[in-house]
């Protein structure tokens, strides 16, 4: 329905139920001249006789009493509507549904899950790990959870932290062939290199930092992937010197698996988004995105 109709209906219930033009025009806060030109939009719109006007009286027509208890009973539970979304409960309740990539469940653990369902026991989720990325638009997701850079898209984002990343190699990968020193002795080393998610893209050039020094290093490397936790294991198996966030390393940095390389220097970290269709929502999302903001506290630097 066109904006103007719609005025041109408000006009006509508030001159429907003063029984005046200039009654309506005040309640209105418009010209009394202005109100006689709706209805004479209206009728022409329509088709139809709303009013019969006389010097002294307005009296609706037949059809006009008809399409004023319709537009009435309309105009009724529109503004019922509104009350309801208005007063609607900020307490998170109903069902979510969100994508996100395998390798975030080293954060999204079943416990985690358990601990956010306890916070918000009227929630529900419906967790879908894929290593897809997911448009939440197209596949009706109310969360899409995206680590690392996000292709272009008119959609909402929000960034929910950045997960640090340093070097690490297996003992074993280091015995056969040496710690680097510096950067640039990566260059005569094997490295685990990481292929972007549905494209043909290696990354074969690493920025490392080190307090105010940044320097880049053109990598080789035989073996390549675009899943962080087979990253992880080609590093493990030997394969050698691989970036991975520290969220996946430690572990078997602990377990003696893996061994940080140049630990002075950090490779560039790696962004996690949470990307949705609008920024307008609802109290159980929100919930949502900050119970993710703070599982990724603790990593930031």
Known sequence: MKPQLIHHVRVFLEVAKTGSFTAAANALEMPKSSTSR???????ELGIKLINRTTRTLVLTEEGQRYFEQCSRGMNEIAMATQLAQTAPSRPNGPLRIAAPIDFTVRLTADKVREFLDRYPDVTL????????????????????RMGELPDSSLVIRRLGDLPRRLYASPDYLARFGHPRIPQDLTKHQCVLRSERGSDQIERRWTLRASRRSVEVEVRGRAAANNVGFIRNLAVAGNGIAVMADVFAIPEVEAGRLVPV????????????????????PAKTRALLDFLSDLLAPLRR
């Open 38 to 44: 709706s209805i004479a939009a209206l009728e022409k």
């Open 126 to 145: 419906d967790l879908h790990f894929t290593p897809k990325w997911m448009d939440p638009l197209a596949e009706r997701y109310d969360v899409t959870v």
């Open 262 to 281: 140049l630990s002075d220097w950090s490779a560039t970290s790696l962004p996690v988004y949470a990307v949705t269709t609008s920024q307008l929502l």
